[in-house]
């Protein structure tokens, strides 16, 4: 190994704990997204699997279950983070532009992950009604389910690429 690369080694793991440390929001999405891929991963794999592992879902159904009820709650944390940012916008002194200004991928990122989750709560609320509906059969129940899970994953995706760029690339620049 070089010494740049050990350079680059040092720096990272000193600044991690202290961006941590300023954001520990965005820390807490990031690690709890990681969580719930781990469990998907480690349930779609069939390791946690069987009646001995004192899981209420066995296997394959876990990550199923679980995608769109981590999406749900995830939602809400970045709704009511957006309506806070909203809110210091507003009182802010300073014009919506000077604001933007020079933060134009972050704003672009927030924006596109609040879009995704309350596009993607509003569309899984749509298909609830005819995922219970007596009539629904259990192949088109299956495929409700599937969309949920897909659009789950997209929120949960958007929520992790956003708190990643939040850690690493911009730290300690920006505020929530």
Same mark, same amino acid.
């Given at each position: 190994m070089g010494r740049d690369s050990l350079l680059g080694n040092t720096v990272f793991r000193d600044s991690l704990p202290a961006t941590v440390g300023r954001k520990p929001l965005q820390a807490a999405k990031f690690f709890g997204i990681l969580g719930w891929f781990a469990l998907s991963v480690l349930g779609f794999l069939r390791?946690?699997?069987?009646? #001995?592992t004192g899981l209420l879902v066995d296997g394959q159904f876990l990550a199923l279950v679980l995608t769109p009820l981590?999406?749900?709650? @995830? !939602?809400?944390?970045v709704c009511c983070e957006?309506?806070?940012?909203?809110?210091?916008?507003v009182r802010s002194d300073a014009s919506l532009r000077e604001q933007i200004e020079g933060r134009? #991928?972050?704003v672009v990122l927030r924006g596109v992950e609040a879009a995704i989750g309350v596009g993607g709560v509003l569309l899984i609320a749509? @298909? !609830?009604p005819a995922l219970?509906?007596?009539s629904t059969p259990a192949p088109a129940?299956?495929?409700i389910m599937l969309v949920a899970m897909a659009v789950g994953l997209g929120i949960l995706v958007a929520s992790l690429v956003r708190s990643t760029a939040e850690l690493f690339v911009?730290?300690?620049?920006?505020?929530?």
């Amino acid at each position: 190994m070089g010494r740049d690369s050990l350079l680059g080694n040092t720096v990272f793991r000193d600044s991690l704990p202290a961006t941590v440390g300023r954001k520990p929001l965005q820390a807490a999405k990031f690690f709890g997204i990681l969580g719930w891929f781990a469990l998907s991963v480690l349930g779609f794999l069939r390791v946690l699997d069987g009646p #001995g592992t004192g899981l209420l879902v066995d296997g394959q159904f876990l990550a199923l279950v679980l995608t769109p009820l981590v999406a749900f709650v @995830l !939602v809400a944390v970045v709704c009511c983070e957006t309506l806070y940012s909203l809110a210091r916008v507003v009182r802010s002194d300073a014009s919506l532009r000077e604001q933007i200004e020079g933060r134009v #991928g972050y704003v672009v990122l927030r924006g596109v992950e609040a879009a995704i989750g309350v596009g993607g709560v509003l569309l899984i609320a749509s @298909l !609830v009604p005819a995922l219970v509906a007596e009539s629904t059969p259990a192949p088109a129940g299956v495929g409700i389910m599937l969309v949920a899970m897909a659009v789950g994953l997209g929120i949960l995706v958007a929520s992790l690429v956003r708190s990643t760029a939040e850690l690493f690339v911009y730290g300690g620049s920006t505020s929530a």
